[in-house]
């Protein structure tokens, strides 16, 4: 197997530990040397791959973007009309690989890491960003795009809330709920602006 594949493999194992070891011990409790181990890799290439446990993190959420980027991509390529797309984005947030217990662990660590560390918080900005453009887009096509605005900064504000509220509940998550609580949101949202028009 050729080196570049190897250490693909490798940072894949230790990205899936990373969450893991979040979700079991919480983000301050990890340790680098706890994350490679659980991977089967030494603390000294964990290290060389990712440097510190901030970079690990980083690395962490970059594929977790990535996993969310493309259930949504690929709930969107079904959907045919702005509803559906909405529909689609708001799904793809509760997407099973993304919405389960661990990788809500991971999130929340995140969400906590980027108030302090500049770049957990450029990715998540680039999320919250993409976010909005997508709900954004849409809705203006139902609704002016001031109340379009208003209503996507609301929706993203319950997918996150949703989102925190899980991952400090007990039991299992409940993505169907999740999903009808938004889509609730955004249907009263789209039939308030039709009322108005």
């Not at 964990?46 to 690990?56: I, N, P």
């Not at 969107?76 to 990788?103: H, K, M, Y």
């Not at 203006?140 to 991952?167: K, T």
Request: charged share 20%; hydrophobic share 50%.
């Amino acid at each position: 197997m050729p080196k570049i594949g190897v250490e693909a493999i490798r940072r894949q194992a230790l990205i899936e530990a990373a969450i893991e070891t979040i979700h079991d011990r919480g983000f301050c409790a990890v340790t680098v040397g706890g994350i490679a181990r659980r991977a089967g890799v030494s603390t000294a290439l964990a290290h060389h791959y990712f440097g510190s446990k901030d970079r690990l993190l980083a690395e962490t959420m970059r594929y977790l973007l990535s996993d969310l980027g493309r259930a949504i991509r690929s709930r969107l390529r079904q959907a045919s009309s702005p509803r559906e797309r909405i529909s689609a984005v708001i799904a793809g947030n509760f997407a099973p690989d993304q919405f389960q217990p661990a990788t809500i662990s991971a999130w929340l660590a995140f969400y906590v890491q980027a108030q302090t560390v500049p770049e957990a918080r450029r990715l998540h900005r680039i999320y919250a960003r993409r976010l909005a453009s997508n709900l954004v887009h849409d809705l203006s096509r139902l609704m002016p795009r001031p109340q379009a605005r208003a209503a996507a900064e609301a929706a993203a504000a319950l997918i996150d809330g949703l989102w925190i509220r899980f991952a400090l509940a007990d039991g299992a998550p409940d993505a169907a709920m999740a999903i009808a609580i938004v889509e609730d949101f955004v249907e009263a949202r789209i039939a308030a602006a039709g009322a108005v028009s």
